[in-house]
């Protein structure tokens, strides 16, 4: 940034000035801190009043965002982007996904816009060879007796004890015996929901909301209310303090950070309302936990686990911080434990011991952790350059500005229908999630999941271009 | 056996008496074939007409069985041995299994009088090594793509592909897309029963019957209706029959080939009629496959799914064939395919390839077969040791005579509860399964599952005598 000469009440409008053209240029995307007020004295020789003053003013444009002891960090530029013009709240009801969806859902974990696009050669890698090596020891060290034997139904103790540990730091109280293993997050709300809901009961969703829990819900006999989201901060805790006076709600199903499509981070204060709102209603939180460890954000996030256990219970998994062939998930219910065990002592017996005992190692090596810093920073990264490939391809469309995760929720103009966008882009191999996957509501036919999970190669960047001919 | 001199009508009869001796001394087992007619008109210098009139003796006498174009076999010492004094059938009904019996089934899978035995040293290994080095070999070959996407949800095309043809080999006409990989026997089981029937619906079972099943049926708030089985030829069609004439069965679960508890194995005849009365009544049959290829009869015995396929939905899996923890089990469902295929996808999402990919290398490379002929012959002769060890020490109890699986059905004296001697055994290491988990009728208190899949070390025949403190 160059210099802005101190000339009275005006100097502070130049150096706002100076900011918001490189926010609105691109130049710091949402998310990212402003140099320190310290910083902006000494690069541009005003005083600290002036850069108080400017960053003010960016403030009320909500441009910036003031985040006390921390300092200042780029908004997202369309603060109040709804991901639907507010959609109406509808009363609980069963309902039928419909065949077309089914298959579309079906393919829908992909989370690549672009899967036949080769790995980048000698580039980073999706998994650290110490994987390989630890799973690999694993099955060499436990030979015979895990073949003659079912592991414990709870899963092997060692990889329950290093998920207890992490959860600790996160600031729950939970041990091992807590945990129980599953095959994957989806097992996990499975079991989640068939432990505190029957046939008939009312569950709520975020919507836009994940698809695997909206097929589990028709599966299991559930009504769904769906409640509205902002793309910045998630679910409406005003939309479900008022469905909660209305109706028998037993469950509400919420990923509080990064959630999936609009990557949406509930802040802290509204974690606390939500806790509340549990207590008294004596409502269950199942809580997808899954990109949890996904964010570049360092703002306290507290897990609904650590702030009402009674009323949590916590489904999570290693398929998107790690790898998806692992078939390692969890569920932590405090209250329901053993409902919980039961369930899934019945739907799988048990797990695979060696490949919970390759994962305990590889977490106590430090490895897990020094993936997880690399992966999040190559998502951050990716997250940012498909920001600027949209806002400079795309500049008429809106988007989320995620906090974490692996996608980003994409609304096009009003008259694209994105379900007939993903059979033309899947006839050339590109994969988009269109937007009816995340409701039972017959919404979002304008937007679409996109995802960022993996670099923006050439292959990629043209298959996002590709997108425009078809729109 | 001695030579017998051909003196007139008498000789026959004392050639029925050697043989008779044979049996009732327990040098000869049941389901030992007898030396052929050629073979005992050489070895006793006696005419044809004077053997088969001694083995048309033993026949009237039910210590051998004739079979067509195959020659004699020993048959079962208690022909008429009914699991129970024939329970009466009861009216289909919702249950719950009491939590004492919950937590008897959570460590029910065991399939082991003696866990903490040690594995023999250098004796036969529960699996080879090829299983390890195929297992090693497919997780270093598929590398990062696995990672980075989940399988497909029907599972590795290669695995589906050789399950199919040993399917065919049966006389299915099964190809890779009718098969479904599931994580484990348990959970084709639960994805068939989900797939075929809703809440409340009436479903048969086998009783004695596996308590799995039973846990399952009551998870899904399924009415069940208990059917007798026999020992030696499993379910009663004739009951059967009866209750279709009385209750809407919307479907049956059966292991027509060696059902734990009783080994029992369902006879041709038998299953070309079940065939007709699932046809006729619109009835669903899921047939639990798992113990299939434990079998040392090599009468045919072909699977349900061959004879009716639109009404049947095989389930089965490795775990008793080969190994607990690999987890990889299958559904096949002609008529619910789809159906299937999409609860898969919604319990659990997808599997492992690694392990599917090296599991059909194994498979592919013979060493399955290998092992299987290695494993069911020690079986066989674990079998025949255990029905020796009680004929000896437990004189006075009935048992059943099983033609394959791992286990037999023990009826103790009338006054013993084999619940009480369950928790006494437990506290010395001695795993037994008592009668009581394989009804919902508070049947069977005097009856216990035994397990044969272990060499009958000192250890676990010192664990065998010890009971008999307990009755």
């Known amino acids: 940034m160059p210099q802005v000469k101190d000339q009275g009440h005006y100097r502070y409008r130049q150096l706002a000035k100076q900011i918001r053209d490189d926010i609105q240029q691109g130049r710091w995307q949402p998310g990212d801190q402003i140099p320190s007020v310290r910083h902006l004295m000494a690069s541009h020789q005003v005083s600290r009043a002036t850069v108080l003053h400017a960053l003010q003013l960016l403030e009320q444009e909500a441009l ?94 060692e990889l ?84 909660l006076q209305h109706w028998p709600i037993k469950a509400l199903v919420i990923s509080p950070s990064y959630a999936t499509p609009l990557g949406s981070c509930v802040p802290l204060s509204a974690r606390y309302r939500l806790a509340e709102l549990a207590r008294r209603h004596e409502m269950m939180i199942v809580e997808d936990h899954i990109y949890m460890e996904l964010g570049w954000s360092d703002e306290p996030r507290p897990p609904m686990l650590s702030l009402v256990p009674e009323r949590v219970i916590l489904c999570s998994s290693f398929s998107k911080s790690l790898s998806r062939a692992l078939r390692l998930g969890w569920v932590i219910g405090p209250s329901v434990h053993s409902h919980l065990l039961h369930l899934k002592h019945i739907t799988v017996l048990s797990g695979n011991r060696f490949i919970e ?31 600027r490939l949209l806002h400079q391809h795309y500049p008429e469309t809106q988007f989320s500005h995620p906090q974490g995760g692996l996608c980003l929720w994409w609304r096009l103009e009003r008259n694209v229908d994105t379900l007939s966008l993903y059979h033309q882009a899947r006839q050339h191999g590109i994969v988009i999630t269109p937007g009816i996957m995340f409701t039972t509501q017959a919404l979002y036919h304008q937007c679409l999941r996109l995802s960022f999970a993996h670099p923006w190669t050439l292959e990629r960047r043209r298959a996002l271009l590709q997108l425009k001919q078809w729109m």
């Open 64 to 157: 910036v965002l003031a985040r006390p002891r921390r300092g200042y960090f780029v908004n997202s530029p369309v603060p109040e982007f709804h991901p639907s013009a507010s959609p109406p709240v509808v009363a609980p009801r069963l309902f039928d996904i419909d065949d077309v969806v089914q298959d579309v859902m079906r393919h829908g974990a992909v989370f690549d816009l672009y899967p036949q696009a080769a790995m980048p050669e000698g580039g980073d890698k999706w998994v650290p060879d110490t994987l390989q090596r630890a799973l690999g020891r694993a099955l060499r060290q436990q030979k015979e007796r895990i073949h003659a034997y079912y592991d414990e139904p709870e899963g092997h103790y």
């Open 160 to 243: 329950r004890d290093v998920i207890a540990q992490r959860l600790r730091y996160q600031g729950c109280q939970t041990v091992a015996d807590d945990v129980v293993m599953t095959q994957g997050c989806q097992h996990a709300l499975l079991l989640a929901l068939q432990s505190c809901t029957q046939a008939g009961d009312t569950v709520a969703v975020e919507s836009p909301g994940y698809f695997g829990t909206l097929q589990l819900l028709q599966a299991l006999g559930l009504r769904v209310i769906e409640l509205p989201c902002h793309a910045d901060t998630g679910l409406d805790m005003d939309a479900l303090a008022d469905a």
């Open 357 to 387: 005992q390759g994962m305990a190692d590889f977490i106590q090596s430090g490895e897990y952790d020094r993936h997880l810093r690399r992966f999040t920073h190559q998502l951050h990264l990716q997250k940012n350059a498909l920001l």
